[in-house]
């Protein structure tokens, strides 16, 4: 009976200390220590392609990040991190117009882009090659340098319309959904800038038509005439905007080479497609050349092979530029922790600390993202 009784208080002892140690509250862990260190959790990290060259057009390399300066709407920005082109692959799309204003020289051009890619890619490059026509056509995905050449000679000029708004932004969207993250994105055109076939522009002006309804018929050739330019050129200032914002999106600097060279004066098309390529260059930190050609349709045979001649001297000059401007190029990264609206366009103003002699190319701002 003592036994019992004993091994039933026992059991009790045991059962109440239990119940006691569930009970009791937990310690607390000790504090974490503050190292300083601020942890940006709703930061926005802005990537900025810079281009550094000398006075002579050289590619000024080995710089650092206390080299830089950024400015946000007026507001300097910390720089975390600075890569340089020798360090960050290269993607590349590049651009054809195929159209009848860009024939003069066509073939040259091919030959003078082929040799351009082979000499600035590296192993670890790619370039996307694409067609201005119509519509926007592929003609090779992202492939080696090698490959790249040899699809680009193979495209052949024709007298089609020129989608020339669709194109590039194409091209834009096709790098951001294709190459890897952390990569420097290029965008060369080898064109004019005129558009008569891009969707949008196309609709701007079948809409002008259907407003007039039966007033169409009665209206005469020159007013219809008018009609349908300011209808287009009013459609293409909100392309330009459009294809803007997808090229800095896509953090992407915008290059071209417009092949009509000096007759882009000729008519104010021309002088708008002008304007689209160097709008898209400076707001993105790129260079719009614009070669001054000879003319090679002259009665004189022995004067045009001579123009030819210089011609072709003066855009492998260009392209041997574009090639500098591309190994000069860096990829300057700060975190942003204002706070502006999506699609909200920032100015940046990007520069050296000391600039001596040095030319800085760079986007002029970018456009707020989800």
């Known amino acids: 009976m003592k036994k019992q009784r004993f091994a039933l208080l026992f059991t009790l002892i045991v059962a109440l200390t239990f119940s006691a140690s569930a009970q009791t509250a937990q310690p607390t862990p000790p504090p974490v220590e503050d190292d300083g260190e601020i942890i940006k959790v709703s930061s926005r990290l802005v990537v900025v392609p810079v281009s550094v060259t000398d006075a002579a057009g050289q590619p000024v390399l080995g710089l650092k ?35 009848a204003s860009t024939d003069a020289m066509f073939t040259f051009e091919q030959e003078t882009a082929a040799q351009f890619l082979q000499e600035v890619m590296k192993p670890d490059d790619r370039a996307t090659i694409f067609s201005i026509g119509s519509s926007p056509r592929i003609i090779q995905a992202r492939e080696t340098a090698d490959k790249s050449a040899i699809a680009i000679k193979s495209i052949q000029p024709t007298k089609s319309f020129t989608a020339f708004y669709d194109s590039v932004a194409a091209a834009a969207e096709y790098l951001q959904k294709n190459a890897p993250s952390g990569r420097r994105k290029v965008v060369v055109v080898i064109s004019d800038g005129e558009d008569t076939n891009s969707e949008r522009i196309r609709q ?15 209206i ?23 294809v803007l914002q997808s090229l800095q999106n896509t953090d992407a600097v915008f290059y071209s080479v417009n092949p009509g060279g000096n007759s882009y004066q000729l008519n104010k ?36 092979s001579s123009n030819i001649k210089r011609n072709q001297e003066t855009l492998t000059k260009i392209f041997r530029q574009l090639a500098n401007e591309l190994q000069a190029q860096y990829l300057v990264q700060y975190y942003s922790d204002a706070e502006f609206p999506t699609n909200r366009y920032v100015k940046l103003n990007v520069g050296l600390n000391n600039p001596q002699t040095l030319r800085v190319r760079a986007r002029r701002g970018y456009f707020v993202k989800n």
């Open 65 to 99: 990040a206390q080299d830089f300066r950024i400015a946000e709407e007026n507001k300097a920005q910390q720089i975390e991190q600075v890569s340089d082109a020798e360090k960050v692959p290269l993607e590349i799309a590049l651009l054809f117009d195929v159209s």
């Open 204 to 218: 701007a002006i079948q809409s002008g038509y259907n407003k007039l309804g039966k007033k169409l018929d009665t």
């Open 269 to 304: 098309m021309s002088q708008f497609g002008q304007s689209n390529l160097q709008k898209f260059a400076e707001e993105t930190g790129g260079t719009a050349f614009l070669p001054k050609f000879l003319p090679i349709n002259l009665k004189d045979n022995l004067q045009n």
């Open 220 to 242: 005469d050739s020159k007013s219809l005439y008018q009609l349908t330019v300011a209808n287009r050129n009013e459609a293409s200032l909100r392309e330009q905007n459009r």
